[in-house]
């Protein structure tokens, strides 16, 4: 079946330090890969994307490569700020049939001053 | 804004109440969503609709009841609930391809609380 895995948290890091968010997923196939960020009370917004292997996604300063080799589509940023405290959610949609996407638990990233 | 609306934003109902949650898109999407959403939860499917008919119906218990009049609206009609069911229901949209990998808009959600 297709799964996704992503690193527990809470991560809590300072101001303009270096960020990864692991996720690995279990898929058959080859699906998309996706990035999804939750604000304080908001519903969740795409972050990125990446539909094939060795593609990268990128936004905002994040970025994510599609790596089938360890299937694994890690989040970074070189920078974090205040404001990209949120939840993130890696995902990922199936080749084939209805688009469900199947989500990871979603990993919480408070960044402090 | 993500072209994908939710009413109310908040909704506190007992156990014998009949809510209904509202869902419009404004992206001429053809495929619309349920997830529900609880504290420390993975995100859960709840009902997919394409082409406004139903696709998936995720085991949900018959006390939610989806409707999808036309393809930018989706409603889910709630009644008899439990405490358990308090969570925050997130809608979605997205464009049905033959060759997947469309992304899913969210709404804001709908915060509810069942006493």
């Known amino acids: 079946g297709n799964s996704v895995t992503q690193m527990e948290g809470p991560v809590t890091l300072s101001e303009e330090a270096f960020l990864t968010i692991n996720c690995t997923y279990t898929a058959t196939g080859y699906p998309s890969l996706f990035w999804y960020v939750q604000y304080p009370g908001e519903g969740l917004q795409l972050l990125l994307k990446?539909?094939?292997?060795?593609d990268k996604g990128s936004n905002k300063g994040f970025e994510a490569t599609y790596r089938k080799e360890t299937t694994s589509f890690h989040l970074e940023k070189g920078s974090v700020q205040v404001s990209d405290s949120a939840v993130y959610f890696c995902?990922?949609?199936?080749?084939?049939?209805?688009?469900?996407?199947?989500f990871g638990q979603g990993t919480r990233l408070t960044i402090n001053p | 804004e993500t072209g994908v609306t939710q009413t109310p934003r908040h909704l506190v109902m007992g156990m014998t109440n009949k809510k209904s949650l509202k869902c419009e898109q404004h992206l001429g999407h053809n495929a619309m969503y349920w997830y529900k959403q609880s504290a420390k939860k993975p995100l859960e499917l709840m009902f997919v609709y394409s082409l406004e008919e139903r696709v998936e119906n995720n085991s949900v218990p018959s006390r939610f009841s989806p409707e999808c009049p036309n393809s930018s609206h989706l409603f889910l009609h709630l009644h008899t609930l439990q405490p358990e069911d308090s969570a925050l229901y997130l809608c979605?949209?997205?464009?049905?391809?033959?060759?997947?990998?469309?992304?899913?808009?969210f709404g804001p959600g709908t915060r509810l609380t069942v006493l």
């Open positions: 979605a949209s997205s464009q049905e391809a033959l060759a997947g990998g469309n992304e899913q808009f």
């Open positions: 995902a990922l949609s199936p080749l084939q049939g209805a688009q469900k996407l199947v």
């Open positions: 990446a539909t094939k292997a060795d």
